[in-house]
């Protein structure tokens, strides 16, 4: 297996990807015809995020894609996009939702509102940042590279009770 030295754009997309912590409801990734412009949903929703802030715009944008709130509202990325099916795919959080709103309210800022909207959109439209994408592919087969159902890691070697630190001999002064 080859790897790559990843960038700053790569960590980016880690971060703003919604799957870690998220199953988008199925309806929302039906294939339809956008309502408006990518250029206009971004215009739109800056001045969402300026308003309510960014904490409470991704509140409300989770809760939209995972079918908790009215999904005819602004901040909804369907009305610009067709959002990737594989995001429907039942599965349990890599991150906590709060570490997610957080990192991502910590980022926006971080790298301006209108590039973290159009990686946000990029992403949901499947060009998600894979495993085989940044230099390692354990799961090539499974959505988005992250482990199939039911995969269970193989058990670890053990240290010796204490841990390794623990069990080294102290130099006294």
């Not at 969402?48 to 904490?55: T, V």
């Not at 499947?126 to 193989?154: H, M, R, S």
């Amino acid at each position: 297996m080859r790897t790559r030295r990843w960038e700053m754009e790569d960590l980016e997309r880690i971060f703003v990807n919604p799957f870690s912590t998220l199953t988008i409801v199925s309806e929302l990734t039906k294939e339809h015809e956008p309502s408006i412009t990518t250029d206009e949903w971004i215009k739109e929703n800056i001045t969402l995020i300026q308003d309510l802030g960014a904490e409470i715009w991704l509140t409300q944008v989770v809760q939209v894609l995972e079918g908790k709130a009215a999904q005819d509202r602004p901040l909804n990325p369907c009305r610009v996009i067709n959002i990737d099916p594989q995001f429907a795919v039942e599965h349990e959080p890599i991150i906590r939702r709060d570490q997610w709103l957080e990192a991502n309210t910590k980022l926006i800022p971080q790298i301006g509102i209108e590039r973290w909207l159009r990686i946000f959109l990029e992403i949901l439209e499947g060009d998600v940042p894979t495993a085989a994408n940044l230099g390692f592919a354990p799961f090539p087969d499974a959505p988005f590279g992250y482990a199939p159902e039911g995969y269970q890691p193989g058990s670890r070697p053990s240290f010796p009770q204490g841990g390794k630190r623990r069990n080294k001999k102290r130099k006294r002064k």
